[in-house]
């Protein structure tokens, strides 16, 4: 089934006994996820961060989810791509800095507990610990779609403060942008960032200044998955 089939409500009952192989729709329920999902969120909330919860975490998951779909792989490499974009922020219920790598093992509990598989939950760990720019890199084709699904969601639903836009670049960039999709064209063997930019709020320039490490992951995200990246800016191609 789709990760898009599945309902977002942060508080639920247990979805019942575990199936096996543990699916995306269990993992999502299970009140502790959520739980961990929106406590990582409240605190980056708390240093200012743009939104990191249940609207970030279920895009990143399905971003992962269609890539490796529209490329060909297995259906359950696909699931498992869900599974880690679902759960790569927890971390930040720890602290902002080796998020990636505290989620990882945060994870690592969370799905032993569910009685996920050990050769499974292992590739799961290493997505979420390689999902972040500055020290991560694609070690697996679950990795390489988990890098794309975060590093493509720049939208200014991000922002909690649209005041801040007038101090904080990051802000300032995410909520210039009014449209934001992953293309990932699989008879061309490419994967396109289309993103519609309000330059009135923000210049171009401003969006390569602070994401560019961003780029440059996803490049390298999308080589490991055979394929090119290029960035498109409001119809216009600059990479």
Same mark, same amino acid.
């Given at each position: 089934?789709? &990760?898009?089939?599945?309902?977002? +409500?942060?508080?639920? +009952?247990?979805?019942?006994? &575990?199936?096996?192989? %543990?699916?995306?729709?269990? =993992?999502?329920?299970? &009140?502790?996820?959520?739980?961990? =999902?929106?406590?990582?969120?409240?605190?980056?909330?708390? $240093?200012?961060?743009?939104?990191?919860?249940?609207?970030?975490?279920? !895009?990143?998951?399905?971003? +992962?989810?269609?890539?490796?779909?529209?490329?060909?792989?297995?259906?359950?490499?696909?699931? %498992?791509?869900? $599974?880690?974009?679902?759960?790569?922020?927890?971390?930040?219920?720890?602290?902002?800095?080796?998020?990636? /790598?505290?989620?990882?093992?945060?994870?690592? /509990?969370? !799905?032993?507990?569910?009685?996920?598989?050990? !050769?499974?939950?292992?590739?799961?760990?290493?997505?979420?610990?390689?999902?972040?720019?500055?020290?991560?890199?694609?070690?697996?084709?679950?990795?390489?779609?988990?890098?794309?699904?975060?590093?493509?969601?720049?939208?200014? @639903?991000?922002?909690?403060? &649209?005041?801040? $836009?007038?101090?904080?670049?990051?802000?300032?960039?995410?909520?210039? =942008?009014?449209?934001?999709?992953?293309?990932?064209?699989?008879?061309?063997?490419?994967?396109?960032?289309?993103?519609?930019?309000? @330059?009135?709020?923000? /210049?171009?320039?401003?969006?390569?200044?602070?994401?560019? @490490?961003?780029?440059?992951?996803?490049?390298?995200?999308?080589?490991? %998955?055979? @394929?090119?990246?290029?960035?498109?800016?409001?119809?216009?191609? !600059?990479?």
């Amino acid at each position: 089934m789709s &990760p898009t089939t599945v309902r977002t +409500a942060v508080d639920g +009952a247990s979805p019942g006994a &575990p199936p096996s192989p %543990l699916t995306f729709e269990y =993992v999502r329920e299970n &009140p502790r996820v959520r739980l961990y =999902v929106k406590m990582a969120d409240a605190a980056l909330e708390q $240093i200012g961060y743009t939104e990191h919860g249940e609207r970030h975490v279920s !895009l990143v998951a399905h971003i +992962a989810y269609n890539t490796l779909k529209r490329l060909g792989y297995p259906e359950r490499e696909a699931e %498992l791509a869900a $599974i880690a974009g679902y759960l790569h922020d927890v971390g930040n219920v720890v602290n902002r800095e080796q998020h990636a /790598q505290t989620g990882a093992v945060i994870a690592m /509990q969370l !799905l032993q507990q569910m009685g996920m598989e050990d !050769l499974e939950t292992v590739r799961i760990m290493g997505a979420i610990g390689n999902h972040h720019e500055d020290d991560g890199a694609a070690i697996s084709p679950v990795a390489a779609a988990v890098i794309l699904g975060d590093k493509s969601d720049v939208h200014r @639903t991000r922002v909690r403060n &649209p005041e801040m $836009i007038k101090f904080d670049i990051h802000d300032r960039v995410n909520y210039a =942008v009014e449209k934001s999709f992953l293309n990932v064209d699989e008879s061309r063997k490419e994967i396109t960032l289309e993103l519609t930019i309000d @330059t009135g709020i923000s /210049q171009v320039m401003e969006y390569f200044e602070i994401f560019m @490490t961003r780029m440059v992951a996803c490049r390298k995200a999308a080589r490991f %998955l055979g @394929t090119s990246f290029g960035l498109k800016v409001s119809g216009n191609r !600059l990479t």
